[in-house]
């Protein structure tokens, strides 16, 4: 058992603290289910909420090096899947959607 050197109390160990997460995200992460389904429902995980996470700061300008630091990835080329330029859609003379980067 991990307990906090300053406080005394145990922690819970990252796979626990995931479990617990998915376990309580169930219903947040299905919109249109109800509660007598929860079982046969995924919910979040800790990995993904960091990733949205830095999707968000990228969206917000955060800086690349800020980003590295709080991913802890080596490369900006690794950051590119959370900082994509934003994305426009446009109608062409068809009628057609087509996405257009801004």
């Given at each position: ?12 160990s ?9 376990e ?55 950051l ?23």
């Amino acid at each position: 058992m991990d307990v906090c050197p300053e406080t005394g109390r145990s922690r819970l160990s990252y796979r626990r603290a995931e479990e617990i997460f998915e376990e309580n995200t169930r219903l947040l992460a299905n919109p249109p289910a109800c509660s007598d389904d929860i079982e046969d429902l995924d919910g979040w995980t800790q990995h993904r909420l960091r990733h949205s996470a830095l999707t968000h700061d990228a969206e917000d300008g955060t800086s690349p090096p800020m980003l590295l630091a709080r991913s802890r990835h080596a490369s900006v080329r690794s950051l590119e899947r959370y900082a994509r330029p934003p994305a426009a859609h446009r109608r062409d003379d068809n009628g057609q959607l087509t996405v257009v980067r801004v």
